[in-house]
């Protein structure tokens, strides 16, 4: 099962990752190169996290995991899903992650794509 710890050391984990508390004391921003791919609501229960996502897929994704993924709270709806993470499959988890992570690295402009290549 995954949980708010596990979620947040996979995401500070990944290359270029910084997190913050730019909204409240209770929302946990994660951001590649400054740019946000995660968010995690520390007190709400169940648990839950909001996460980037190709437009199409986030339809299919709330579809097929019906209340446990929903349109992103207090962000786009079209670009952000909220996940209640301690219902989903932490392999989906994992890989959705990554999704929202990728699609942030793959709007960098070329020079913010050479200093995240540049980091080790």
Same mark, same amino acid.
């Given at each position: 099962?995954?949980?708010?710890? %596990? ?31 995660? =968010? ?26 019906? !209340?446990?993924?929903?349109? !992103? ?9 909220? =996940? ?7 392999? %989906?988890?994992?890989? =959705? ?5 990728? =699609? ?17």
């Amino acid at each position: 099962m995954m949980n708010v710890e %596990l979620f947040r050391e996979y995401c500070t984990a990944k290359k270029g990752v910084t997190e913050e508390f730019p909204f409240d004391e209770k929302t946990l921003v994660f951001k590649v190169m400054g740019k946000m791919f995660a =968010l995690c609501a520390l007190e709400r229960l169940p648990s839950q996290v909001n996460l980037k996502c190709d437009p199409d897929r986030a339809i299919l994704l709330r579809d097929e995991y019906d !209340g446990l993924i929903i349109p !992103g709270y207090h962000m786009s709806k079209v670009h952000w899903n909220t =996940l209640l993470i301690e219902n989903i499959p932490p392999k %989906l988890i994992i890989e =959705l992650i990554d999704h929202s992570y990728n =699609l942030v690295i793959s709007k960098f402009t070329k020079k913010l794509k050479a200093k995240y290549n540049a980091l080790s």
